[in-house]
């Protein structure tokens, strides 16, 4: 019996296919492990470049190598140095280390660095910094100060006047050059409408050594705002969890600061703020309107309360535009993690103690009883 031709050309073209079929997989299969073998091959080469660059650049060389960190360098300046000198492999490599160990505090000086340095060995040389007998002057800055006062002090301490310094805190130019440099800390905010110094706040509150004779403004100034940087940078994780922006903090910690006595609870008087703001009620702290009249009263009148200024909290809802002042690190921590009360007002005895109510009535009271009466 013959075969049917229909059916002899089926299997063909069945058979075709299933050739067809089988190159298919076989160039699938090719190109999948030909991928495979890159891609391992990246993760593997990038895997290897940076556990070198974690390692010593060389372990048996023991030849110190000076190296100077200048005043308020960054964290990226001091490895770009670094590596530069040869005692690091890859400056971002270093970078990246530092933030992941949340290492901070480094020291400008010289040092003498070797190449079988550890990253943990170069860090903890570069905390160490100078010894006492090397500063040739140091600038104390208190908590609660503003940049007029901050302006002041460093003039007492350099060659330079309070207006230079003033002018120099304010120059675009200056400030422009610091927002590169920590674009974190120093947000676009700093030049919304009615802030009145970009800078007032960001000035952390320290002593900062100095190792030359006449550095300038610029150095005298920048470690303040790296070391408010580093402060800040600690709390950027609960920040973005409560969506709070970095200008807001550093506002709300000046008030704290401003109205926080030795003796006062920083976290009750945050809980008083955060309270009324939800109340979309008026915060009403003398401070700002101290500001406001740009003036320093032992009291505060009533005729004061009027003065026409967005910084005037008896007279806008809400936080001023800006930091009225600068902030201790205690007054940071209490803007964060406000205690939780009922309290919507608090008073100031003459004796320091703080008193805090949850209604008029009862601070009117505390008022005539500690201050009116006395």
Do not use: C, W
């Not at 703020?273 to 101290?290: A, E, G, H, S």
């Amino acid at each position: 019996m013959s075969e049917d031709p229909k059916k002899d050309s089926f299997r063909k073209k069945l058979l075709e296919k299933h050739n067809e079929a089988k190159v298919v997989r076989r160039i699938v299969l090719s190109v999948f492990i030909i991928l495979l073998i890159v891609f391992s091959g990246l993760i593997g080469g990038g895997y290897l470049y940076i556990k070198s660059a974690l390692e010593p650049v060389d372990s048996t060389d023991q030849k110190a190598i000076d190296v100077t960190i200048p005043i308020g360098s960054s964290v990226s300046s001091i490895s770009k140095i670094l590596e530069e000198n040869d005692i690091i492999k890859d400056d971002r490599v270093f970078k990246y280390y530092i933030k992941f160990k949340n290492e901070s505090g480094f020291q400008a000086g010289d040092y003498q660095l070797k190449k079988s340095m550890t990253f943990q060995d170069i860090i903890a040389s570069l905390k160490k910094g100078k010894v006492m007998d090397d500063v040739v002057f140091q600038v104390t800055i208190p908590e609660g100060r503003q940049l007029k006062e901050i302006a002041s002090i460093i003039s007492n301490k350099t060659q330079y006047s309070e207006d230079d310094i003033f002018d120099k805190i304010n120059d675009r130019k200056f400030i422009d050059s610091m927002r590169a440099k920590y674009p974190d800390l120093l947000t676009d905010d700093i030049f919304k409408e009615n802030v009145k110094y970009p800078l007032e706040g960001y000035l952390f509150p320290a002593t900062y050594p100095y190792y030359q004779e006449e550095p300038t403004i610029e150095e005298i100034l920048e470690p303040m705002i790296n070391k408010m940087s580093e402060v800040v940078a600690k709390y950027i994780p609960q920040l973005q969890e409560k969506n709070m922006n970095v200008h807001y903090f550093v506002t709300m910690a000046s008030l704290i600061e401003e109205e926080a006595t030795e003796k006062s609870d920083r976290e009750k008087i945050s809980s008083v703020f955060y309270n009324r703001i939800d109340k979309d009620m008026m915060l009403q702290t003398d401070p700002t309107v101290l500001y406001a009249l740009g003036e320093h009263k032992d009291r505060v009148l009533y005729k004061d309360l009027e003065v026409d200024s967005p910084y005037n909290t008896y007279q806008n809802t809400g936080l001023p535009p800006g930091p009225i002042a600068n902030a201790g690190e205690m007054s940071f921590v209490a803007a964060l993690t406000p205690e939780q009360t009922d309290f919507l007002y608090f008073l100031a005895t003459k004796e320091g103690e703080v008193i805090f109510t949850k209604t008029l009535d009862e601070h009117n009271k505390a008022k005539n009883e500690h201050i009116t009466n006395n």
